[in-house]
C-alpha cells in the first residue's frame, strides 16, 4: 500500500484518493482552530503561497481528540481556518489521529514516520512531510514553527 491509495474527505463530503497528489510534494498537518499552535496557520498558509508553484500541497485535517480544541465541525473548522488565517490549502473532514478510530492515513503516516517514544500524534500540529515519490520523509513536532522547515521543504521540491 502506498499513500497514494489513502482516500480523505473534503469538508464538502467529496472523496477522493491522495493520488491526486503524485508526483507533488504534501506537507500533513493535524490541526486545530482553538489550540495554543494555532498561529502556526500563518506559516503553512505562507510555505503553501511560497511553493505552490513549485507543487507543494499542505493539507490540513481537523482533530478534536486534544484539548477538545476543535469541538465543531469540519465546517465550522475550515471557516475558522479561512477567515481568521487566510488559509487557502485544503482543509479536510475532522478525523481522529489516535486509537481504534483513527483515520488510515495517520495510521500510514505514524508508522512511516516514529515519534520521540510513541508512534502516537502527541498534539495538533504535528507535521508530516511527504515527497514527490509518496515516501514520508521527516515528522515534525507540533513546537517546530513551519518557517523552521523551509529547508526540509525545498529538498524535496
Not at 484518493?17 to 506559516?43: H, W
Not at 465543531?72 to 482543509?91: D, H, K, M, Q, W
Request: charged share 30%.
Amino acid at each position: 500500500m502506498s499513500i497514494y491509495d489513502i482516500e480523505v474527505k473534503k469538508t464538502d463530503g467529496t472523496t477522493y484518493k491522495l493520488e491526486e497528489y503524485k508526483g507533488r510534494p504534501m506537507l500533513i498537518v493535524n490541526t486545530a482552530s482553538k489550540c495554543g499552535f494555532a498561529g502556526q496557520f500563518d506559516g503553512l498558509e505562507k510555505l503553501y503561497q511560497d511553493h505552490k508553484e513549485d507543487g507543494l500541497v499542505v493539507l490540513g485535517f481537523p482533530s478534536n481528540q486534544f484539548g477538545n480544541q476543535e469541538p465543531g465541525s469540519a465546517e465550522e473548522a475550515e471557516e475558522s481556518c479561512r477567515l481568521n488565517y487566510g488559509v487557502t490549502f485544503p482543509i479536510h473532514e475532522k478525523i481522529y489521529v489516535n486509537g481504534e478510530d483513527a483515520h488510515p492515513l495517520y495510521d500510514y503516516l505514524k508508522s512511516s514516520k516514529k515519534g520521540l517514544f510513541t508512534d502516537n500524534i502527541k498534539w495538533n500540529f504535528t507535521k508530516f512531510l511527504v515527497d514527490k515519490n509518496g515516501e514520508v520523509v521527516e515528522r515534525f513536532s507540533p513546537k517546530t514553527k513551519p518557517e523552521s522547515i523551509e529547508e526540509d521543504i525545498e529538498k524535496v521540491l
